[in-house]
Nanobody, 126 residues
Framework: QVELVESGGDSVQSGGSLTLSCVAS????????QAWFRQATGKEREAVAS???????NYASSMKGRVTISQDKSKNIFQLQMTSLRPEDTAIYYC????????????????????WGRGTLVTISP
């Protein structure tokens, strides 16, 4: 079974930047849609960004303009670059992917993505 592993979570000050990475445990895993979600304590999991296999990206309004999602197909890695971070961005960030679902026209709901990582903690201090 394919697993996704996130890395890059850290504690930074407000205004700082972080880059999160997600790698599949099996190099042969070919995903059609790759996405990042986050979940703050006591809140629902929410979408951050997605990238389709054709390169189409979509961003949630909460972080639009401050995040960039990218993929390196040769290494089976996708990343989330975050800038101008705010305390309200503090959350566990999860990567997710699906080999069948497309996210060309928007970020799919979590239930539409079959494979998930365990999350990486991002903490932003004032």
């Amino acid at each position: 079974q394919v697993e996704l592993v996130e890395s890059g979570g850290d504690s930074v000050q407000s205004g700082g930047s972080l880059t999160l990475s997600c790698v599949a445990s099996k190099f042969t895993f070919m995903s059609r849609c790759q996405a990042w979600f986050r979940q703050a304590t006591g809140k629902e999991r929410e979408a951050v960004a997605s990238i389709n296999s054709d390169g189409t990206t979509n961003y949630a309004s909460s972080m639009k303009g401050r995040v960039t999602i990218s993929q390196d197909k040769s290494k089976n890695i996708f990343q989330l670059q975050m800038t101008s971070l705010r305390p309200e961005d503090t959350a566990i960030y999860y990567c997710a992917a699906d080999s069948r679902r497309s996210c060309q026209f928007g970020i799919p709901p979590p239930s539409h993505l079959a494979t998930w990582g365990r999350g990486t903690l991002v903490t932003i201090s004032p």
